[in-house]
């Protein structure tokens, strides 16, 4: 059976989504069963990086919602209108919503998921948050034995990019934000990012997913990263701790208390070590604790991926009964290789005498085995410990270097051999 879609816009999203539903080898096979109808644009003759039918393209988009041949809709276009008016009319004509639109969902998922239920369809918003991570879908099932208490995340690329890089460079906010905007990691106009706007819509969707209550925009606490000065940098970092632009969201008896700032996190925090674009986000819940993800927060790959997680969602849900995300539908055994290549550590007991490290580096030599670094230590009476760690070689040239190692005579023991990552 094949579910049919539409798409509204294929931008960045929208060509990483239909890259992916055209190339399906590999992936999950419910991906064979999604065929693409219609896709809406702005410019229907705008040349596109994917081979599609030119005919597949048009600039009503309304005529796509409309389509009674279209079960699920993958809005991809952004913005508010007319995004809102053709997803509710989507709605109304019983179709499943599939959206990376946050800015949307903040402002306008109330009337949205209302009519949603009342039509019985689903509205999938996994791309809309933290790009490739699939947060919204822990959130909604795998913690669902918890309590949930607290969401702690770094949910903007760009205003992380910047302030990793004030960290390592001491460089100052506005030259740091025009090379982002010169890289593309950060808009023209940077105001959603840099201000705050767009963590207060992922962070105001992801705590009403965890809390199950909607969380209105105007009440969730705003404060950009404009005023984060080299001085505070240098200052956090003496003290041991780094500055990153959080977004929380907690539960505390009067209610939920959130809000996206400029916070200074001790360096072993686990957010503290999350560096450029990428995004993280940290759950807490009884009886769980806490639980972090970490991933791509944005991008053509790391989005689509989640749009089409939640795309194979409800085509698991539409298709013949024997749930296919849930039953294993394995035929057969994979071809399980040995690894070819690693590097290795090794530390070998040798008497300590002249020439031991020599002979050790002309053995591992003969077999190709390039070594990255060699030291002693530990002296005990005429014993020593040579360490050796390896360059990246193949398996079998270490392992015969070894056992021609084995038999020097001045080797006491082969003390432990290790993989580096
Ligand atoms: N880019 C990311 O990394 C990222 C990450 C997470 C979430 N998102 C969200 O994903 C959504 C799409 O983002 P994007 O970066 O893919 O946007 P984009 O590159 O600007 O693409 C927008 C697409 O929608 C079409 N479109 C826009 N307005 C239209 C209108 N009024 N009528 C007809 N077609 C229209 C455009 O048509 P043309 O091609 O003809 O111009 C284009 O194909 C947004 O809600 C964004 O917030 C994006």
Redesign the pocket.
Known sequence: MSIKIGL????????GVVQILTDPSGRHPLLQEIEIVRI?????T?PRSVGLDPQTFT?D?ASIVNDPSIQIIVE????LE??RELILQAIGNNKHIV??????LARHGEEIFELAKRHQVYVMLE??VG?GIPIVNVLKQFLGANRLTGILGIINGTTNYILSRMHQEGGNFSEILADAQRLGYAEADPTADIDGFDACDKIAILASIAFSERIPLSEVSREGIRHVSTTEIATASRLGYVIKLIARAQLVSQGIEIGVYPMLIPVEHPLAAIGGVTNAIAISGEPIGEVVFAGPG???G??ASAVVADLINVCALLSSPGHPLLTCSHSGYAQVVAPRENKFYARFTTLDQPGVIGELGTIFGRYSVSLETVFQQNRSGDIAQVIVITHRVREIDFWQSVAKIKELPTLQEVGAILRVL
Request: hydrophobic share 40%; charged share 10%; aromatic share 0%.
């Open positions: 509204l816009g294929m931008g960045t999203v929208g060509t809406g644009v702005r410019d229907a705008k600039t988009l991809v276009m952004g913005g007319p995004a959206t990376a639109n946050k800015a949307l791309a809309s790009g944005a991008g053509q790391a989005t």
